[in-house]
């Protein structure tokens, strides 16, 4: 299984507001240990989902080149289960702006209009935060291959002011 | 990856505490991408780690009455220290209060005696068969399903205690 | 913006209890924010974001919780605050009682100055009148 809880953004303005979708399907491994008989979407990976959008969503405002890490789950309260052939929408929205000392985020996931889960999360960048790191130039929070499969470097072409045809 | 996050259950004090274990190895393949060439165990893993841990005390102290168990709401979740290949996350959960059809813990995570998170978690106890009366068969699939877990990761010895005194 | 400073305390104490997941009630005017509340570093930032978003108001870096302080040996000495220092808190934290403090200015205990009634008094002052 890869690390990747979306499967693409359907919206982004940057430094404010992102949303992306995750298909819910059987052919996840997980999904028959959680539970089996019973196959419900793991509430922790809806958060990882939504830290995923929400850092891409910081991450981009410095282009990529800062190594940003959750350091902080406020809040995340599940309404209802998430099943195998759901699509779940995952919209996070920046409080206030992004700054260089970090960011704090609201964000909500909804499948087919319903409420499914509320989050409020905090980024922080590695650089500045946690456990001392053997440093490495590279960016491995974002790296090529994520960049590449999530088209991150498409973002703009989501945003409400692109013009028809600029994807 | 296997969704199973607690390897062994160390100390088991009905309904009140629980104490439970997590390797973590470079054979697990998420972590290639969590990430690339600095593979860390993700804070949300940390949070289903805390998670399931609390779900066996609720198990065991409620004779695995309920098939389906599930977060609810997660709050104040804080990381510290980073766990890598080779260490052991272990995971303390103190239940404030376990209900019928609800439950809540204070959780701490450590690795090499560092805090390497702390949540307020408060999980939901179902029966599949309150979602959907029809799937009752499945409810009693999870009853010995859990019982052999339980068994598989340690549990009856957890309950003996040093002291060797029967639960 | 005529709020009065029990609304403010209304507002602040709902912040709190968002970023800290504490109950209302250990919210007290004398609530120590790391101390009682049990802040970390992070939630420094999430409380600033909060209480912009709740007062509507802009909160620079440095301002309510003087970080910046402490990271400057011209403030710092051996674990303890300079003339200078001394003074530059004092600016910054015009609304907080620094007289315990000074006695023995220790970098440790600069956290405990960071009271919820010293919140309270910043937005009193800030939403009070320009250069609060």
Redesign the interface.
Known sequence: MRWIWIDKFVEFESGRRAVAVKNVTLAEEHLHDHVPGYPVHPPTLMIEGLAQTAGVLVGEVFDFHEKVVLAKVTRATFHRHVVPGDQIRLEANVMGEVRPEGASIEGRITCNGHLVAEIELMFAHLDQSRAPVESSDENFVFNEDFIRMLRMRHLSDLSKDAAPGDA | ????LVDRILELEPPERIVGVKNLSLAE??????????PVL????M??AL?QTAAWLVRVSTDFEK??I?????????????VRPGGQLEMEVSAVEIAEAESRFKAVGRCEG?VAVQ??LTLEHLN?AD?DPD?A??DA??RP?WQKQFQLIGGPQALEGPNGNPG | MALSRDEIMEKVREALVDALGVDEDEVTPDARIGGDLGAESIDFLDIVFRLEKAFNIKIPRGDLFPDNILTSDEYVQDGKLTPKGIEELKARLPYADLAEFEKNPTVQDIADLFTVDMIVGYIEAKLGGEGG
């Open positions: 990856m296997r969704f199973f393949e998420y972590l290639a991408d969590h990430f690339p060439a600095y993700p804070g949300v893993l949070i289903e998670v098939g389906l599930l977060l609810r709401e997660a709050r104040n979740v804080r990381y510290g220290s980073f560092q949540a307020k599949v979602e799937r068969d499945i699939a999870l399903f």
